[in-house]
């Protein structure tokens, strides 16, 4: 398994514009996370999949941003209308749950290397 | 919600020992991890402590006081790769099905020669 994959891993586009990330994380792994990270901060929580569903979605999440994992595999992330406050580092990152491995299961993350968005 | 605060940066030697604090309010508490994250690089998992005491992984340990809703990272033996940024996360069992970890500000580290 090469762990968590991000792409594209760099992406430029005009405000306005809609863009689509794509997270596969690791195979055994049924949960799925997708966080956002700026400069200088920590990863925010934007939303989580268990297998396909999508069990909660931070208020930090507007209805330009949607998130999809069909079929319980992949993930895309899809923000419409683009704005300069997008440009971000967006990280998926994936975990066992807790059943599959103790109390530690949805403590671990495995992170991807992150699409970098930046928003003209 | 939840809250961590946790110092923005810290400078040591190399082979020095580093402690990095983080104290936290979150009403279902259920955890507390580390993660370390180098420039242009993705976080990765450190340490988790569930329960009061130390934990021990290999120059790393991490330590936890639940009635003081206070944790630490304690770094021996730095190295200059040990040089990047240090995130603690609370997971809260109380919100959202308490399955996200709520990272702090992060703490950078720079170990000098």
């Known amino acids: 398994d090469t762990g968590v994959s991000q792409n594209p891993r760099h992406k430029i586009t005009k405000r306005g514009q809609n863009v689509t990330f794509r997270c596969d994380p690791i195979s055994e792994h049924n949960r799925l996370y997708w966080y956002r990270q700026t400069l200088g901060q920590g990863p925010e929580f934007l939303t989580y999949f268990q297998n396909e569903a999508q069990l909660e979605k931070s208020r930090l999440l507007s209805d330009r941003f949607s998130a999809e994992r069909p079929k319980g595999s992949f993930s895309t992330l899809e923000i419409q209308r683009t704005e300069q406050g997008d440009s971000a580092m967006y990280l998926c990152a994936s975990s066992l749950a807790d059943r599959d491995r103790g109390l530690f299961g949805a403590n671990v993350l495995t992170f991807g290397a992150g699409s970098r968005l930046t928003v003209l | 919600g939840q809250s961590l605060e946790q110092p923005s940066e810290v400078t040591a030697v190399e082979g020095a020992i580093v402690q990095i604090n983080c104290t936290y309010q979150?009403?279902?508490?259920?955890?507390l991890s580390w993660y370390q994250q180098h420039d242009g690089g993705a976080p990765t998992f450190l340490s988790y402590?569930?329960?009061?005491g130390l934990e021990e992984t290999g120059r790393f340990s991490s330590f936890l006081s639940r009635s003081d809703s206070y944790g630490y990272l304690l770094l021996q033996e730095l190295q200059m790769k040990d040089s990047a940024s240090y995130f603690c996360a609370v997971r809260d069992i109380l919100t959202g099905g308490g399955n996200k970890l709520t990272f702090g500000t992060g703490t950078q580290l720079k170990v000098e020669l």
């Open positions: 402590n569930g329960l009061d």
């Open positions: 979150t009403s279902g508490f259920y955890g």
